[in-house]
């Protein structure tokens, strides 16, 4: 129709410069659409921009290529009048647990409309959640699979829980009432166990939520040494605005952090990806301070066992020793009994061999002093001169050795009864004397 009309319109101004104003022509394309698309149809896009304002939402819709190009395909701009919007909104968010949000698929229900002075729009009179809740879900397994393509997916299960889980790095936002039931639950306990808390404040809602929890895990990584356990609380109310816990990056911090995360994001209907690929899920902050308290009270549990089995295997091995020591009491006597007579014949034994050492010692050295007296004797000057013998001295010198004399010497020589004098006139060799 579209077409006629131009052909129409050159015949009509052929050889003119008459032309369409601006609006004319808008006009015309409007009453084509009009005609073309006079009721409303259902349409599959991506939702790039989602806003509200006066109770209207106003929403761009893509399309991308298939593959991973993501190249732009086509692009149109949308709205849910506020009557709509009252209805279709609880209603979308009830049955997908999430609100309209960019990156989403939709299926909606509109109306082509064409504006002289604003242009192409889409009205949105209709939508089908359930399209929405299986492109969620297919979205979170397509995350899941790329986990498991990398062997992430199941790490930060496989750490073991530390035997005690005192320091707790908590995630959450900041003044949430979550955070505070998690907290008073732990200090307030009844068993009065201590722990050491320190809040790690996050984005726990909205387009935020990826950077915000990233930002608070590095936060903490920073830290590790200084924490047993990671704890991502996120307080009750509704289930809505959780698609930023579905997120390839926030999954791939959560699942290789090197301390096990306990996550209580406060929703029980579904499990986001950081809850399926954390150490542990649980419903609640509140559920999770009772997982925590649970495990410190079964260590608590085990202590106490093993104390009162020390307790008793002491008990029972003073008993034990007692008996012995009874035992032992009675038997001492005799004991010491026996050992005095032993010892007493062996005092006797070494009383007579002592005695008998003794004498054969004194023996000996009377021996051997009357062998040191008669050489004492032998060797008395008296006694060598009584035998025959002279010394010769030459002034106070003895003289030993005739090669010391000289001729003119004057010797002393002392006998048994006297002494002469005498002087040197030759000296002669042993040699000269023997011929």
Known sequence: MFEDYNNDKDDELTGSQAALSLYELNALVRRNVESALDSPVWMEAELAQVSERGGHCYLEFVQKASDRSGTLLAKARGQIWARTWAVVRPYFERTTGSPLAPGMCVMVRVEVTFHELYGYSLNVVDINPTYTLGDLA???????????????????????????????????????????????????????????????PAVMQGERVESSVVSALNRIYAESDRWDVVVIIRGGGATTDLTGFDSLPLAEHVAQFPLPIITGIGHERDDTVID????????????????????????????????????????????????????????????????????????????????????????????????ADTQLRASNPDHILRLGYSIVRRGEAVVTDAGTLKPSDTLNITFMDGTAVATVKEIKSREKISQ
Do not use: Y
């Open 276 to 371: 399926l690929v954390s150490h542990t899920r649980v419903k609640t902050p509140t559920a999770a301070a009772e997982f925590i308290l649970h495990h410190q009270l079964s260590l608590l549990g085990q202590i106490e066992g093993t104390e009162q089995r020390i307790a008793s295997a002491a008990l029972a091995r003073v008993r034990h020793h007692h008996v012995q020591l009874v035992q032992i009491a009675k038997g001492l006597p005799s004991f010491v009994a026996l050992c005095c007579r032993t010892n007493m014949a062996r005092l006797d034994s070494i009383d007579g061999t002592l005695r008998w050492q003794l004498a054969n010692r004194i023996e000996r050295e009377k021996h051997r002093l009357q062998m």
């Open 138 to 200: 297919r979205r979170r397994q397509e995350i899941i699979d790329e986990l498991r393509r990398e062997g992430v997916a199941d790490m930060n299960k496989t750490l073991p829980l530390p035997t005690l889980m005192q320091r707790i790095a908590v995630i959450s936002s900041d003044g949430a009432a979550g955070w505070g039931d998690f907290r008073a639950q732990l200090s307030e306990n009844p068993h009065h166990l201590a722990f050491a808390l320190k809040l790690f």
